[in-house]
């Protein structure tokens, strides 16, 4: 069987076409391969100079390996925006796979445009309503909380208005009246170090939608990317010193802190990755000055 062991270096377009065909993918060709680093999936080749003319440009060896585990995701997802999230989890988590050049063209790959943006849209609000909804939260609830947060993803202006509605509609499904109302109380899901509350869902929202519409803008550049990632890394280091003590608090959400399956980590990186953008760029917005 053809595996990554069996790459020992770098090879040109044609090498990997034969990587592709060794390893049972007999319908790659050169076209799906240009096709796939257009797309972020692929990274372009460097090129090879000498004296006289040049010879063809060659692909690193983690890419020859990168497009074998593409090759074998490819069966376990729909569409190539899904498999789009392999090279970002790669780029996220491990040095020396993916440059953030490649990175970049990943996630407007994964992001996409038209109804694939409202699909990343709509499972961040589905993602966020099997978290934080209520048992009792009606079933007019939740699909209003979907509708909403799925519109503001996609591109709908949050004025004061809106952001009041948000906040209402989160409240319905965290704190369904017929339980809260009477008590009074406040509902805050997961550990007292890390509370969930309707405001940092909210925020959280917010945060989704700004990364959203900013990638959407074409304004989310490898600057940028690079930020998030070093947040990302920076807190999960922080979040995996302090896992167990959270997951014994955590109550219902409990789940929310275990050890993720690499396969999670690949299917998560999408989300994961608006959320830790939307919170940069809502951090570092300008503050308006008094007079």
Request: glycine content about 8%; hydrophobic content about 45%; overall charge positive.
């Amino acid at each position: 069987m053809y595996t990554w062991e069996s790459i020992t270096g770098p090879g040109t377009i044609d090498e990997l076409v034969a990587d592709a065909h060794a390893a049972g993918h007999p319908d790659v060709n050169v076209r799906r391969i240009h096709d796939w680093i257009a797309r972020g999936l692929l990274d372009q080749p460097r090129l090879r100079t000498r004296r006289r003319g040049s010879d063809k440009a060659e692909h690193s060896a983690n890419q020859r390996r990168l497009l074998l585990l593409l090759l074998d995701k490819r069966q376990q997802v729909a569409h190539l925006n899904a498999l789009a999230q392999v090279p970002l989890a790669m780029w996220l988590w491990w040095d020396g796979y993916v440059p953030t050049r490649q990175a970049q063209r990943a996630w407007l790959t994964w992001v996409g445009r038209g109804r694939r943006s409202q699909e990343v849209a709509r499972e961040g609000a589905v993602g966020l309503l099997e978290q934080v909804g209520h048992q009792l939260a009606t079933t007019t609830a939740r699909a209003r909380f979907v509708r909403i947060i799925t519109e503001l993803g996609s591109g709908k202006a949050l004025t004061v208005r809106g952001r009041a509605e948000l906040l209402d509609v989160v409240r319905d499904v965290m704190e369904p009246e017929t339980v809260f109302a009477a008590s009074g109380l406040v509902r805050a899901l997961g550990p007292a170090q890390a509370p969930m509350t309707v405001d940092a869902v909210v925020t959280d929202v917010e945060a989704l939608r700004t990364a959203l519409c900013r990638t959407l803008d074409g304004k989310v550049d490898r600057g940028l990317l690079e930020r998030a990632r070093t947040v990302q890394r920076a807190s999960m280091a922080d979040y995996l010193a302090v896992r167990s003590g959270l997951a014994a608090e955590a109550g219902q959400l409990a789940g929310l802190f275990r050890e993720p399956t690499l396969q999670e980590q690949f299917d998560q990186v999408g989300r994961q990755l608006l959320l830790v953008l939307g919170m940069e760029l809502i951090h570092r917005r300008p503050k308006a000055h008094s007079v």
